[in-house]
């Protein structure tokens, strides 16, 4: 059977579903993520896509189903297209980010105060938390910040993909993501012990020790990459 066929009878079993994209009603097959769903409909992506995986947080999607009073959110490559699913993409979310150096503070309440006093404006509303597409509790680790405690902060903010949803619910403006980002730097240079692997590798790096091994990545296609990150030795 030829693959035109083939796709005919695909078309014919797999139910069609209506969605609107930007106000614009496409036709698509119900099986397919969001992100697939755009493309289906001929939208060539260039924001708002990047790893396909649901790690790197590039592809936040705000979406209301018709008849439906609230606003949901997800991520594109993994939520599933329903009929009357009206969708608009948020590639990137114009949040504020501190500058600063980090040997120039330390992990304590007064300086990151001075790094995102928003923070401490927080009402409890529980927005951030109940957006996020990872299901973090960010209204707790902004308690934590709050705090002084980076460490609880960084443990539970580790998932963050930064996809910006969190900010863009927030009535004070907090800037979560980041705040949580500065958080986990302070509690990594000032609060963890050095690791000692990590020291060594880095001094052979920059020794050039080895830079037969980077060209050997650089140069790697994907399946190679595939294989080497697969077996790759795990550190107890
Ligand atoms: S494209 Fe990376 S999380 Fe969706």
Redesign the pocket.
Known sequence: MSEAANDTIKKDTIKMVDIYIMGKKYHVPETLTI?DAMEYAGYQLKR?????????????TVYRMAGDYELKVG????TKVEDGIYLAQIPFFPARKAVYELEEIKPNVAHFAQLYPEVFRCLGCNSCTKVCPQDIDVMQYIAYLQRGDFAKAADTSFDC?M?GLCVSRCPVNIVHYNAALAGRRLYSRYLTKPDPFLTKRARAIEAGELDADIDELVNADKEKLQELYNNRDIEK
């Open positions: 992100m708002g896509v990047g790893c396909r995986a649901g790690f790197c947080g590039a592809c936040a991520l594109a490559c993994q993909l996809c």
